[in-house]
């Protein structure tokens, strides 16, 4: 059950956004937004402040966004969100890996690579800034590496910084690391390092990079055949 209300995109007054909502929902299936309080469905305006969750089952997906967020707020963080739709629905890129044991490498993968595209294409196309995506990758990059777990997650999310941001210097716990974050980082490097709005890959080979990292981090046999 939802904790949520249904959000009228319509509210917020802006036709870029809008331009954006009917690109992305064309296939009808964006069952609506809501807004939540701070903590609902793991959202935190600190550091998820808003999500794309999907249900597998219907093939459905809700938008969920912090309600506390101001105005220019929401519309970067819908925004966002609306660029995860437009990207599996008009660019096919939505890895369907269900064999794979561990989904949540999958989701990474997913938000990675599209935040590689979708920053700039948001900017080009549709004049939306992702300056709040890059302000809380910034924000919480540091304590995010100083996990002892999830080796391959951190490294997807700091190939992510050094695409999308750069300066890598002086980043908390990144010595620390160990060979399998090494590892996928220089994986993700090679299999994605190319993905940008310029270069927005086919579903296809989409899908055999993302098959090629499973495989190096070795999620996957390297003599699997999918």
Request: net charge negative; aromatic share 10%; proline share 4%.
């Amino acid at each position: 059950m939802s904790c949520g209300e249904l959000f009228n995109i319509d509210a917020l007054y802006e036709p870029r956004l809008m331009t954006l909502y009917s690109e992305a929902t064309a296939l009808g299936n964006l069952f609506g937004i809501e807004a939540v309080p701070n903590g609902i469905h793991d959202l935190s305006i600190d550091e998820t402040p808003a999500e794309l969750q999907s249900d597998n089952a219907a093939s459905k997906y809700v938008i969920y966004f912090v309600n506390e967020l101001k105005r220019s707020e929401r519309i970067m963080a819908i925004g966002h969100e609306l660029g995860h739709l437009l990207l599996i629905n008009k660019y096919g890129l939505k890895p369907d890996f269900m064999f794979v044991q561990d989904q949540g490498i999958i989701q990474s993968i997913q938000n990675v690579t599209h935040h590689l595209i979708l920053v700039d294409l948001l900017r080009e196309e549709y004049v939306i800034s992702s300056n709040f995506h890059l302000s809380l990758l910034c924000k919480n990059l540091g304590n995010y590496l100083s996990d002892k777990d999830l080796p391959n997650d951190k490294a997807l999310r700091f190939f992510e910084y050094e695409k999308l941001i750069g300066n890598v210097e002086g980043i908390p716990n990144i010595c620390t690391q160990t060979k399998s974050f090494q590892k996928a980082y220089e994986s993700a490097a090679t299999r994605f390092g190319k993905y940008g709005f310029k270069h927005i890959p086919s579903p296809q080979n989409y899908k055999e990079d993302i098959i090629s990292f499973l495989k190096d981090i070795g999620q996957i046999g390297k003599g699997c055949k999918i």
